[in-house]
Every structure is written in C-alpha cells, then in structure tokens.
C-alpha cells in the first residue's frame, strides 16, 4: 500500500476553512477561488478515501474521519509554521511580559508559551495570570506588554476585539434546580469578589427576570469558584473555556438568557518590536484552535 502524503497548502485550506466556518472565508484569506478550495477538498477526500465532511444546517462541519484529519492537520501546520517563524526569526532576542485570565491559564497559557518557547529560544517571557481589572492596570501602567482581557468598560489606546464567547449557567453534574425561586429560598450563586464582569451579568440578569438569589459563595480565584460549584454549593457564570470536564453547562427555562462576552488583546505599543507581534501571531492562532474545539464539543 502506497503511503500518503499530504500537501501543506491542501491541508491549511480545509483547516482555515472549519476554523472560520466557512470555506468562501477560507478561499478569501487565502487569496485563492472557491472553486480551487472546492477542488483541493476533492483531492483531500480522495486521498483519505472517505469522507471528510458532512452538511449542518448551512454549513459543513468533519465527519468522524475529517475530526481526525483536523487534529492532525493543524499538527503539521503548527510544525510546519513554527519552523518557518524559527528560520525568520533566528535572531529573535528580548524580554516580553504577558498578562492573562486565569480561564486561560491551565490550556491557552500553556499552548503559546510552548509554540513560542520552541521557536524562539531566545526570547524571555515573563506571564502573569490576574483578573481583568488588574491586567488592565498592568497595562495601561506599562507594566505588560501584552493584555487578554474579557471587555468591559475600560479600554486601552492600542487593543483590538478578538470574538466573543457565549455566558453560560454552569453547575455540578447532579445540579438539580427548583421551578421558581422566592425571598425564602433565593437561587445561591457563586462569583468572584467584586468587581466581577460575569458576577454583574449574572445579578443584572436575575434582577430583570425577578429571581431572587443569595451569594453562596465569594472567592477570588477560579479554582476556588469550580470547587464550590463542584461541591453543589450553587451555579455560577462563565464561559466555557477552561471547564472542568466534571461540570456542566445549564440548560434550563428556569434561568434568564446571558449576553456574549467580548476577548480583547491590548498591547503597549501601537507598532511593538517583531517578538511582541509574533507571540500575538501564535495568541490569535491558539484562540483560533480553542474556538474549533469548543465547537465540536457542543455539537
């Protein structure tokens, strides 16, 4: 049997293609024609020898093979980039201070630091894992070079939105929650110590559906917040990155809508040096990813 081998070009179209949702987005940013991304697919599929994806809705989305071919390919494509970056950036030296939330710290944090380490040795980076308010200040002091920040009502001169994240009611596994909810029994909540963006999103939606609720529990760190919504001590609110495998996301009439939440990256410099843009290069890209993969596990 023959081996095959993949063509990087290929692999990157269909890759771009399930990470913006679309292949006509794909051919755009890629500079290419639908009909060619359409044609390079064919190719994809022949060499498999199945198929790779299937209709949803509108859109396509992998089939169990093409889920395995994404994993894959972004693989060879981290490769394939990092040893680009290297050979570009051989020469790459400094110092860069990086401030992240603490939703992103056990995977994202993990991932860039990683791809980033491996490409340039050279550069020392400095991370810090705050919540928002603090890694504002740190910014806008000088003290960071680099923010993730969730929106709020602060902005800094030199930040770009990157997406938004849905809000979600998050409870234990055998979460059990009452028809309605009085002055005697309010619903207990769990959130950070004020100021707390998801803490206000959380009251303020209570507040206009007229259920009352009860802090059950104040902590500042998020380990702290999944341990008591583990313990059955109450719900919370986030998004769905970084949770625990042993929570879930509530879906439940009993609870008002929440809004999206905003993910900016604030930088110190309008035009910072080459090492600063390229760990915003491999930011953006890691997002990306954890985007895909949250995705597919809710579909």
């Known amino acids: 049997m023959s081996k095959i081998t993949f063509d990087l070009d290929v692999i990157r179209s269909f890759v771009t293609g399930i990470e913006l949702g679309s292949f006509a987005k794909a051919a755009d940013r890629l500079g290419r024609s639908t009909s060619a991304v359409s044609a390079q697919l064919k190719k994809l599929e022949e060499q498999v020898g199945s198929p790779i994806l299937r209709k949803s809705g509108r859109g396509m989305v992998p089939t169990a093979a093409g889920e395995t071919l994404l994993a894959y390919g972004r693989r060879l ?3 394939n980039d990092e040893a680009a970056a290297a050979v570009r950036g051989v020469d790459l030296e400094g110092w860069i201070r990086l401030g992240i939330p603490e939703d992103f710290g056990e995977r994202i944090l993990t991932d860039v630091l990683g791809r980033f380490a491996r490409a340039h040795p050279r550069v020392r980076i400095e991370a810090r894992i705050a919540r928002n308010a603090t890694l504002l200040e740190l910014i806008t002091s000088g003290q960071l070079d680099l923010a993730l920040t969730w929106d709020g009502n602060i902005s800094t001169p030199h930040s770009e939105h990157l997406r938004n994240f849905a809000l979600h009611w998050i ?16 619903l207990p909540l769990i959130a950070f110590e004020s100021p707390c963006l ?24 998020l380990s702290g917040i999944w341990a008591a919504v583990a313990a059955g001590l109450g719900v919370t609110v986030r998004t769905a990155v970084g949770l625990p495998q042993h929570l ?8 008002p809508a929440l809004p999206m939440l905003g993910l900016s990256l604030h930088r110190l410099e309008t035009e910072p040096d080459m090492a600063v843009q390229r760990l915003r290069e491999i930011i953006l890209e890691t997002l990306m990813e954890e985007n895909v993969g949250l995705q597919l596990r809710a579909a």
């Not at 409870?171 to 309010?186: C, H």
């Not at 999103?201 to 209570?206: D, E, G, K, Q, R």
């Open 77 to 79: 494509l981290e490769l």
């Open 171 to 186: 409870g234990a596994a055998d979460t059990q929650l009452q028809a309605s909810y009085t002055t005697d029994d309010p």
């Open 198 to 221: 998801m803490r206000s999103y959380a009251t303020s939606a209570l507040d206009r559906a007229n259920i009352p609720w009860r802090l059950s529990f104040n902590c500042p760190s």
């Open 248 to 255: 879930r996301i509530i879906h439940s009439p009993t609870l």
